[in-house]
């Protein structure tokens, strides 16, 4: 029991999806109570070294906005650059895998950039999305990076066979 519990938190910590870190905040509405805003934040893919995201997406401000019942809109846009050496431990699978999620309402809604992996361009596709429990939203936004070589670095295969 103990090591069925061990390799589920090793697994676990071993897929965790990435973390945000806030960019900046701009206000698009005034309110009296916390503006209407557009915020970027920024996202290294868990996976893959060498790759950062810029995301915008609006926040609904209020009263409901400042105590997190308020419903985001899906609007955003996604903007996915190569910044340094790309390194994969593990390389990348090919098939499609959610590497971020964050919540636009207090139940219902959330905002995923998925991964996708277009072999015959040699590049990597991340597509931001809303989904809903009831109904998804057309709204979305892609972002994609050449699997390059970074300076003098040899070319880079990272697929695998997975």
């Known amino acids: 029991m103990k090591k ?22 701009v206000s698009t509405t005034w309110r009296v109570v916390n503006n209407d805003k557009v915020c970027v934040q920024a996202f290294h893919d868990p996976d893959i070294e060498g ?17 997190g019942f308020a419903e985001n809109p899906s609007n955003f ?8 050496p790309l390194k994969s431990a593990k390389g990348i699978p090919l098939k499609q895998e959610k590497i971020f999620t964050q919540r636009m ?4 809604k959330d905002l995923n950039v998925n991964r996708l992996i277009d072999r015959a361009n040699n590049s990597i596709v991340y597509l931001v999305i809303s989904e ?31």
């Open 51 to 67: 790759i950062v995201c810029h995301l915008s997406h609006a926040k609904t401000g209020g009263v409901s906005g400042a105590l």
């Open 105 to 108: 309402s207090f139940l219902f």
């Open 4 to 25: 069925l519990l061990l390799t589920s938190l090793f697994i676990l910590s071993t897929t965790t999806p990435a973390q945000a870190q806030e960019v900046a905040c």
């Open 132 to 162: 809903k429990i009831i109904d998804g939203s057309p709204f979305n936004s892609i972002s994609s990076v050449p699997l390059m070589p970074w300076g003098t670095q040899a070319p880079m295969v990272l697929f695998n066979n997975k």
């Open 77 to 84: 846009s996604l903007s996915c650059r190569q910044v340094g």
